[in-house]
């Protein structure tokens, strides 16, 4: 089945440092891929999505590309900030019609001032 | 309209006894998910209704486990003789349907389940 891996974590960063956060997939066909976000005491948010390879999804400041040769898709970010501290969920949506989620561990990033 | 709500927020109970939960989603959405969400991990997908028909149930959902959405409108979550293992944050999300290859799941708060 559908399967998503994040790098182990958490990661710690100061500020204006560069992130990555490595994710991989395994699934059948042509998924779309997610990363949500969740800020402390909120409910999940869609940060970015690409629903196809090559493309580039991008939001805040994080950009994350869908590469299918390497059934990848890091995000990244050249400058983190305070604010960006959350936990990060690598997810895709792949094989069926209704879009149904499947997510990777999560990846939890605190950065300091 | 704000958003996808869910109640309550947290239930304490007892090992044995009935909960249900609650999720109503942005309106005019007709798609409907529940997921779990244990420490650590990432949501696990359990339902999925569009409008008042439960399309598919994962193997997650044990017979103990049951959700409807009778109006197509709200869903309930219900789990009977609740166990330990049960612990963990039921999240609720909806989405439109059609057109777009991919129609964004709008997430709500949670329920925190503890069972004692």
């Known amino acids: 089945g559908d399967s998503v891996t994040q790098m182990e974590g958490p990661v710690t960063l100061s500020e204006e440092a560069f992130l990555t956060i490595n994710c991989t997939y395994t699934?059948?066909?042509?998924?779309?891929l997610f990363w949500y976000v969740q800020y402390p005491g909120e409910g999940l948010q869609l940060l970015l999505k690409?629903?196809?390879?090559?493309d580039k999804g991008s939001n805040k400041g994080f950009e994350a590309t869908y590469r299918k040769e390497t059934t990848s898709f890091h995000l990244e970010k050249g400058s983190v900030q305070v604010s960006d501290s959350a936990v990060y969920f690598c997810?895709?949506?792949?094989?069926?019609?209704?879009?149904?989620?499947?997510f990777g561990q999560g990846t939890i990033l605190t950065v300091h001032p | 309209d704000t958003g996808v709500s869910q109640d309550p927020r947290h239930k304490i109970t007892k090992r044995g006894q009935n909960v249900t939960f609650r999720c109503d989603p942005i309106s005019e959405h007709n798609r409907l998910y529940w997921y779990r969400q244990t420490l650590g991990q990432g949501p696990e997908f359990l339902t999925y209704?569009?409008?008042?028909?439960?399309?598919?149930k994962s193997r997650l959902l044990s017979d103990r486990f049951s959700a409807e959405r009778p109006k197509g409108s709200f869903s309930t979550l219900e789990i009977q003789r609740t166990e330990q293992g049960d612990s963990a944050m039921y999240l609720c999300?909806?989405?439109?349907?059609?057109?777009?290859?991919?129609?964004?799941?709008?997430f709500g708060p949670g329920t925190r389940l503890t069972v004692l």
């Open positions: 209704f569009q409008n008042e028909a439960q399309l598919e």
């Open positions: 690409a629903t196809k390879a090559d």
């Open positions: 999300a909806s989405s439109l349907s059609g057109g777009a290859s991919y129609n964004e799941q709008f």
């Open positions: 699934a059948t066909g042509y998924p779309s």
């Open positions: 997810a895709l949506a792949g094989g069926t019609s209704y879009g149904k989620l499947t």
